[in-house]
């Protein structure tokens, strides 16, 4: 579903990205493990392209993705992406939040005020109904917890009916509670749907408890690629 070779990523004469190949398979949840610094979030970006790669390419769905509108395009319908803030609109629904999904990847702000039509409203409440929230439609998103935002985060990404997801460190603004729930709305959403998660983490039991496969990155390379079992303490 995404194959990258030779992925590097130069910002001035620092190297954030030295060098990586991955691929990832349909319907994987794959976790991208590493501290901070370590080029994790620069990986992400690059594979829809918010991100500029100094060199290698990047297969998605079997396309080589390309700076040219077409590519992008049809890179950002097709990859949806979580982050560690939410990036929800504090002022709109809940509801209204993950029809945002629906619009494609940068909906300017006179489009969140659109009427939706009614089979896009049907999905939205669907992607709620998946991360149990859809009592909280019709509230305003500024008063849901930490853990129901990046809920909507995911439902939202969800509404995108993406092929692929990019989770850049969901959970780490939440408590250990609340990020196992918020990483299990994900997985399973995932394995339903079969919609391949890379998730990037930088705690190594989330990565133990949730990642079917695990890459760990560490100053833009992979130093460790294995099962939640290979991992040991010192990656
Ligand atoms: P991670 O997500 O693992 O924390 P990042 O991909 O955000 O890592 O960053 C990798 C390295 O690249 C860091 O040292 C960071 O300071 C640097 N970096 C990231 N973005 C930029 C940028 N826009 N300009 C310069 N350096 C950057
Ligand atoms: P943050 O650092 O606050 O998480 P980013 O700088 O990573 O935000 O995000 C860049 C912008 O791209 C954000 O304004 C975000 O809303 C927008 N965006 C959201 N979804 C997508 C997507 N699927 N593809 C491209 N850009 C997106």
Known sequence: MIKIRGLTKRYGDF????????????GEF????????????TLLRCINRLCEPTQGDIHVDGQ????????????????AMIFQ???????????????????GAMPSVASWLQVFPRRDIEIARECLRRVELEEKAELRTDTLSGGQKQRVGIAR???????IILADEPVASLDPKTSRTVLQYLKQASRE???????????IEYAREFGERIVGVSGGRIVFEGGPDQLTDEV
């Open 193 to 203: 749907l079969g919609i391949s998660v890379v998730c990037n983490l930088h705690q």
């Open 157 to 163: 990404a969800l509404a995108q009916q993406p092929k």
């Open 64 to 79: 080589r993705v390309t700076a040219e509108r077409a590519s992008l395009r049809r890179a950002r319908r097709q990859v």
């Open 30 to 41: 794959l976790v991208v493990l590493g501290p901070s610094g370590a080029g994790k979030s």
């Open 15 to 26: 190297d954030a990205l030295k060098g990586i190949d991955l691929d990832v398979a349909p």
């Open 85 to 103: 803030h939410y990036n929800v609109v504090p002022r709109l629904s809940v509801l209204k939040n993950v029809l945002t999904g629906r619009l």
